[in-house]
């Protein structure tokens, strides 16, 4: 099965700042790409899907970027709400396997 | 509105079976597959499997198969998972999940369902 790494597994930075998080995959996926946003306590929301495309409602400051083996989330401008925890999940085919995911706060 | 309502929580002893359910609307049930993902506590998301609710036809994870059954009843638009031979470390909470994308060949997961705790204790 392909195993999908994150990195970092967490960081902390300041509002306003730009943040990018890594994904890894062990052999390539295309652009078979979904990142999801976990608040504490809440149900996971999809934010990007097809490596880059944008969920419908998800703020235009995050956006994905990647293909094959290697995908990037990026928070333009970090914001208190940003708060939570972020993963990846390979789609191409079955294991629909996720990242361990990394955890995003505010300095 | 796409909801997925999910049943209650659930306390078992080592051993015992689980049965959630997730009850869909708003979509057409049969025209997508039903994924099922769980999350132990303080943990990340584990993809269990999915079932194709037209079909029935299953497909799971390596480590789920030999314990894990997914099932769907058509009639009443809700899938089912029951995992048996419970361990203390399947404690997790519990989430089905479906694609509704209308994009060819994205599965990603747009719509949740609230999760349903399940806690395994002697």
């Known amino acids: 099965d392909i195993q999908m790494t994150q990195s970092p597994s967490s960081l902390s930075a300041s509002v306003g700042d730009r943040v990018t998080i890594t994904c890894r995959a062990s052999q390539g996926i295309s652009n078979y790409l979904a990142w999801y946003q976990q608040r504490p306590g809440k149900v996971p929301e999809l934010l990007i899907y097809a490596a880059s495309t944008l969920q419908s409602g998800v703020p235009s400051r995050f956006s994905g970027s990647g293909s094959g083996t290697e995908f990037t989330l990026t928070i333009s401008s970090l914001q208190p709400e940003d708060v939570a925890t972020y993963y990846c999940?390979?789609?191409?085919?079955?294991?629909?396997?996720f990242g361990p995911g990394t955890k995003v706060d505010i300095k | 509105q796409v909801q997925l309502v999910q049943s209650g929580a659930e306390v078992k002893k080592p051993g015992a079976s689980v049965k959630v359910s997730c009850k869909t609307s708003g979509y057409t049930f049969t025209g997508f597959f039903l994924h099922w993902v769980r999350q132990a506590p303080g943990q990340g998301l584990e993809w269990m499997g999915r079932?194709?609710?037209?079909?029935?036809?299953?497909n799971c994870a390596q480590k789920f198969q030999d314990r894990v059954t997914m099932t769907r009843d058509t009639s009443v638009s809700t899938a089912y998972m029951e995992l048996n031979s419970l361990k203390s470390d399947d404690t997790a909470e519990y989430y089905c999940?479906?694609?509704?994308?209308?994009?060819?060949?994205?599965?990603?997961?747009?719509?949740w369902g609230q999760g349903t705790v399940v806690t395994v204790s002697s």
């Open positions: 999940q390979k789609y191409n085919s079955v294991p629909f396997t």
């Open positions: 999940a479906v694609s509704l994308i209308p994009v060819t060949d994205v599965r990603a997961f747009d719509s």
């Open positions: 079932i194709d609710a037209y079909s029935g036809a299953t």
